[in-house]
């Protein structure tokens, strides 16, 4: 029972350089949400998708890009990173129409230098 | 903006003893859930109320909801040094409620 999983747990970039965090679920679960979490200010929607092929911006997506090719996998790329990207972003995916439970990765811990 | 607020941001109480946390919020609602966040973890869903009920309960917790106050809280009783974590609330907004928005959470530490 793997859930959600992400990919890498850790990266450090240097300003400027781009990368993909990968998204994993195998509920077969239709909903699916990046977050990225900072401290004292909760979790905040980035991107999220109601299906394959659909993606839909958040409460901060700038900066963000995001595909759904296949339902298992949803993808978070930063073309070009900034410090105030550094955070721990989380992944989560949710059944039964989107109204139900969200179940989340275990992170990703992103410094950006 | 941050729908849910949760109060306090951080309380500490003894093994055994109850836990109280509070959660208010703004606008309409779909449902309300609450999450669980040991440190260096992802969030596990514990309990969701709709905006039709009153109360739920999930083991040694109990979910209250007053939509006439927009607010709700949560108890976790007879505490155990394995509850300590971060508690957030989630709030289900829109016509399907896909989206939820978050709290700031509250710190929980229970000493043995």
């Known amino acids: 029972n793997a859930g959600v999983t992400q990919t890498p747990k850790f990266r450090v970039l240097k300003t400027g350089q781009s990368m993909t965090l990968l998204c994993a679920q195998d509920?077969?679960?239709?909903?699916m949400y990046w977050y990225r979490q900072d401290p004292g200010m909760g979790l905040r929607l980035i991107h999220y998708?109601?299906?394959?092929?659909?993606?839909a911006k958040g409460e901060v997506p700038d900066g963000y890009n995001v595909s759904r090719l296949k339902k298992q996998n949803f993808l978070l790329g930063l073309e070009s990173a900034a410090p105030s990207q550094t955070s721990v972003y989380f992944c989560?995916?949710?059944?039964?129409?989107?109204?139900?439970?969200?179940?989340f990765g275990d992170g990703t811990r992103l410094s950006i230098l | 903006s941050q729908q849910g607020e949760e109060d306090p941001q951080a309380l500490s109480i003894q093994e055994g003893e109850n836990a109280t946390m509070n959660c208010s919020y703004k606008?309409?609602?779909?449902?309300l859930q609450w999450y669980r966040q040991n440190s260096g973890r992802g969030l596990v869903h514990l309990i969701l109320?709709?905006?039709?009920?009153r109360e739920k309960h999930s083991g040694r917790l109990r979910v209250t909801l007053d939509t006439s106050k927009k607010s709700s809280s949560l108890l976790i009783t007879a505490s155990r040094a394995a509850d300590t974590a971060s508690y957030f609330c989630?709030?289900?907004?829109?016509?399907?409620?896909?989206?939820?928005?978050f709290g700031e959470g509250t710190q929980l530490t229970v000493n043995p």
């Open positions: 989560a995916s949710s059944g039964t129409g989107g109204l139900g439970p969200q179940h």
């Open positions: 509920m077969n679960h239709e909903y």
């Open positions: 998708s109601v299906g394959e092929g659909t993606t």
């Open positions: 606008t309409s609602i779909n449902n």
């Open positions: 109320i709709r905006s039709n009920e």
């Open positions: 989630a709030t289900g907004f829109g016509t399907s409620g896909s989206r939820l928005t």
